[in-house]
């Protein structure tokens, strides 16, 4: 019997080791990842926290850069590597990180590639459940039904609601010498690859639950809503994908952000009959969200504890099998 409870106190204090040294890795995991987000100031609460995977620039992963040598100064030039928002008092901050943000044309922000286009569903029972412009060739879930659209680009950000859909803006008012569509009150600040936005809590109201589509693209000041085309031959000013006869119906986005359990390519790559792919959307209150993101190393970790925890009741069981 004296055996017994000293091979228990063992595999209890084996038990709490193995926890201590897990929450020591799981800390030191988390430590890392947190390293991009360091120029968050303390009086911002993390309210949203998404990672993207990295070197998956590419579309449906079978795009490439235009030729052009612009585009050949580097490998992930749209690479979107995460998207923290945090919550002020009066204010949402919105930190884009980037791999590599290059500014060859010397834009007004300090980037000149990308663009990002964010839909806001955060109003329930509103919206609509288009694109805001033909441009993007993506279609939206069917409870998906944006109430804001912030498009930014390297040389303005600009807010649209759904019911200035459709509107010509040259035909509005001709004494109208200025975009009525810029979003004024955003605020863009651009460093070491990370795109910070901070928009005033009263134009979208709480994000509370609010769904969210980001779509990035290649910047065309020309293209359809802003989007580079897509060809399905090498071209100098256009992205290609050589898998393809015709590039009518190809999506022009190429790097989204979707839950972990879903995979990019699949979700952006063209249909059999030529429609649109649609984008699942995320929830801003990871809470809420459907699938709880786990990462690589959690995963491994929860395995690992898993694995442990059958040894040692295997061990317990063998034991007070031999001492009865
Ligand atoms: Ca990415």
């Known amino acids: 019997m004296r055996k017994v409870k000293s091979s228990i106190l063992f595999i209890f204090i084996i038990l ?84 590599d943000l290059s500014d060859p044309w010397n834009s007004r922000y300090g980037f000149s590639l990308p663009m990002l286009e964010i839909y806001l569903d955060h109003l329930p029972e509103q919206g609509i459940n288009n694109l805001f412009s033909q441009g993007a060739n993506v279609a939206f879930p069917e409870d998906f039904k944006w109430d804001k659209l912030i498009k930014l680009s390297g040389w303005w950000v600009k807010l649209y609601r759904p019911e200035d859909r459709g509107k010509d803006l040259f035909t509005l008012d001709e004494e109208v010498t200025e975009d009525p569509y810029l979003f004024k009150e955003a605020k863009i600040k651009v460093e070491n690859n990370m795109i910070m936005m901070t928009i005033p809590k009263k134009i979208t109201g709480s994000l509370e639950n609010a769904k969210m589509i980001l779509l990035v693209g290649s910047f065309d000041p020309f293209g359809y809503d802003h989007f580079r085309d897509v060809d399905s031959e090498k071209s100098s000013w256009k992205l290609s994908d050589l898998t393809v006869d015709n590039a009518d119906s190809l999506t022009r986005v190429l790097d989204i952000m979707v839950a972990a359990r879903k995979d990019q390519t699949k979700v952006l790559a063209a249909s059999e009959n030529g429609e649109y792919p649609v984008i699942p959307y995320l929830y801003l209150n990871e809470t809420k969200a459907p699938y709880q993101r786990v990462s690589g190393l959690s995963r491994y970790l929860m395995y690992f504890v898993a694995i442990i925890f059958i040894i040692m009741l295997f061990f317990i069981i063998k034991k007070f099998k031999y001492h009865h």
Do not use: C, M
């Open 16 to 99: 709490i080791l193995t926890s201590i040294w897990v929450q020591a890795v799981v800390v030191a995991a988390e430590a890392v990842e947190v390293e991009d987000i360091e120029v968050i100031p303390t009086d911002q609460k993390l309210f949203f926290s998404h990672d993207d995977p990295a070197n998956d620039d590419y579309g449906p992963g079978t795009y490439q850069y235009p030729t052009n040598q612009i585009f050949q100064t580097g490998q992930r030039l749209f690479d979107i590597l995460s998207l923290k928002i945090t919550s002020e008092a009066q204010l949402y901050h919105f930190y884009f990180q980037f791999a």
